[in-house]
């Protein structure tokens, strides 16, 4: 049988280096591009059995139909939210698989990275102590131990980013739309946690339901002060919003590695470039705002772990009836169909 060839969109040095490795004796025939999926660079994978994608390439109707008379009969991501592609148009018409879980740690630790990195100030620290600028003048933070912090997610990520939090003795509230049976999590209703909150962590997944949840309206129910992160997906935030909230001095601190603008600038060295997206522009020059381009995944661990679950994933679906990491949008909805997942949803 022919290598299984994969168009491998928007390629990076660090995936291009863990899918070599990962692609012992070429057993796939990958062509890396340095390009997003988009409706305009579709072509580029004629020829090709699959395509492998990442979060801000766009897998739309218009561009699932182009696939499908290509005779691309899978999209592999390699990531674990799928908010990019449309499942619903995509079933019965192309398979999508993606990497459930690569390195929960990464992504948890990262958010707590942020939020140190925010309240201690270390971002000014390390610019002031490099110009030999020993002032201590606006560098107060404050202690997390004892404050409480509400968790919008309690899936893989959001347990672990409890788990850390209780190891700085943080009180720790939650709320996800499928509570956990006894996790031992205080779960509360989406307004309470915004009115307890001295801190607020987004783990959840980006749907139509909760995009902008944090909005004029939810920010101004929040605390005085309150610190936002969000590494899980731009538009969970209303960037319009949390930007005046700042100027009020009603949102304290916003650590950041998504934006929901992020598919037109994320990814790329824009240092000689003028960026046209203002609000991007305006939070990124706030002193309490710490922007970082959805790096939050970006350890040696999960990029390994990504390459061998994608092509395992692509493997499994070429050479067998089974597809462990399908995702439908059926499924969601009936929760045996998670449950018993081996066989092809269609
Ligand atoms: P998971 O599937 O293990 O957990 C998600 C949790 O969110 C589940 O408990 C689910 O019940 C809950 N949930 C679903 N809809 C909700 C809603 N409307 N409101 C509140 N809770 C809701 O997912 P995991 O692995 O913990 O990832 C969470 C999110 O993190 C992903 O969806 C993705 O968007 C983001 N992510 C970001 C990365 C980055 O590099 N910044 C890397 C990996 C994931």
């Known amino acids: 049988m022919d290598r299984i060839k994969i168009a491998f969109y928007d390629a990076k040095d660090y995936d291009r280096n863990s899918f070599i490795a990962s692609n012992g004796n070429d057993e796939f025939d990958i062509r890396y591009l340095e390009t997003r999926l988009t409706a305009d660079t579709y072509k580029l994978a004629e020829g090709c059995d699959a395509v492998c994608v990442f979060v801000n390439d766009e897998i739309d109707r218009f561009v699932i139909d ?9 999209v592999a991501l390699r990531c674990a939210g799928y908010n990019n592609v449309d499942v619903e148009y995509a079933y019965g018409k192309i398979h999508v698989v993606r990497v459930p879980a690569y390195s929960p740690y990464a992504v948890a630790e990262h958010a707590i990275a942020l939020l140190l990195t925010s309240i201690r100030r270390i971002h000014k620290a390390y610019i002031r102590t490099r110009d030999f600028n020993f002032s201590l003048e606006g560098m107060t933070g404050f202690d997390l131990h004892g404050k409480t912090v509400g968790v919008v997610g309690t899936g893989k ?24 049976a006894d996790s031992g999590i205080e779960y ?36 005085k002060g309150v610190v936002l992160i969000n590494t899980s997906r731009g538009a969970l935030i209303d960037s319009e919003a949390l930007l005046n909230a700042i100027k009020d001095r009603k949102v304290g601190a916003a650590c950041l590695d998504v934006y929901e603008e992020e598919s037109n600038v994320f990814f790329h060295d824009y240092s000689n470039h003028i960026v046209n997206d203002d609000i991007l522009a305006r939070l990124i020059s706030m002193p309490n705002v710490i922007v970082t381009s959805h790096q939050a995944f970006l350890t040696e661990e999960a990029l390994s772990n990504i390459a061998d679950t994608t092509l395992s994933n692509v493997r499994e679906f070429f050479s067998s009836d ?20 081996v066989k092809k949803c269609f």
């Open 188 to 223: 509360v209703s989406l307004d309470e946690l915004w009115q307890r909150s001295d801190i607020i962590s987004f783990h959840c997944p980006l749907t139509d339901e909760n995009r902008h949840m944090v909005n004029a309206d939810s920010i101004s129910r929040m605390k």
């Open 66 to 74: 182009r696939l499908c008379e290509m005779g691309i009969k899978l």
């Open 322 to 341: 089974a597809c462990s990491n399908e995702v439908c949008y059926k499924c969601p909805n009936l929760p045996t169909c998670r449950q018993d997942h």
């Open 157 to 180: 990520i959001g347990r672990i980013f409890i788990d850390i939090c209780r190891g700085f003795g943080m009180n720790v509230i939650a709320y996800d739309k499928f509570p956990a």
